[in-house]
């Protein structure tokens, strides 16, 4: 028996946004100030921290299961950003990418899809040039203001507090797959791989 689950995201995205989520194949997230609250936080041996949202987190999988490719594409290099892609199972993580737009037409062309099927979520400056070419460009709710230009969509939750959660879900209802994947999981033997799910704080070796 199917569970009927309504729409929820209909009241933080517009007609514009859902257009072009529809044609997502390919969703890229920056990971500090999007998939983390942008702080960089060191203890006094130089080994930094990230603490990443459990919402998120969630999202991400259920996009990956409804057919969507996701890349994280950030340009520092984090022993903490490779360990939560392989929790998440995400195989396309691109740390130390200083331009990102050739990134991420670089991720486009293996996979054989236009810009106009990627999305890119960033929080500032060096997101720009990858947010304006691509087909739905979309920041936090806290992210600098001088990504606004290159903005299609601005979400309600803050970065690393559920913010590319929202990104997630806006897709995967604009493209009809709410309802599989939800009563997928409502009726599956096994749950959610709690590991998908859970808060992860890490510590790692400084890397400038």
């Known amino acids: 028996m199917n569970v009927n689950f309504s729409p929820v995201v209909n009241a933080y995205s517009s007609k514009s946004v859902r257009d072009r989520a529809a044609r997502i194949k ?3 997230f920056d990971v500090d100030g999007t998939l983390t609250d942008g702080r960089l936080i060191f203890d006094d041996q130089g080994r930094e921290l990230k603490a990443f949202h459990a919402h998120d987190g969630q999202g991400l999988v259920l996009l990956m299961r409804g057919g969507v490719e996701v890349a994280l ?24 990418a200083k331009d990102k737009l050739a ?29 304006r070419e691509v087909g739905l460009s979309v920041a936090p709710a806290d992210a600098h203001l ?49 590991n998908h799910v859970a808060p992860f704080v890490v510590s790692e070796e400084h890397n400038a």
């Open 26 to 28: 390919l969703a890229c």
């Open 73 to 96: 594409v950030t340009a520092r290099v984090s022993k903490v950003v490779t360990r939560r892609a392989a929790e998440l199972g995400i195989q396309r993580v691109h740390l130390g």
């Open 103 to 131: 990134t991420v037409r670089e991720i486009a062309a293996e996979m054989g899809i236009g810009l106009d099927e990627v999305a890119f979520m960033g929080d500032d400056v060096p997101d720009l040039r990858a947010m």
């Open 146 to 194: 001088w990504t606004l230009e290159a903005t299609d969509w601005r979400t309600t939750a803050k970065a690393g507090r559920g913010a590319a959660r929202e990104l997630c879900d806006v897709i995967l209802e604009a493209q009809g797959l709410v309802p599989q994947l939800l009563n997928g999981i409502v009726q599956a033997d096994a749950p959610v791989d709690p």
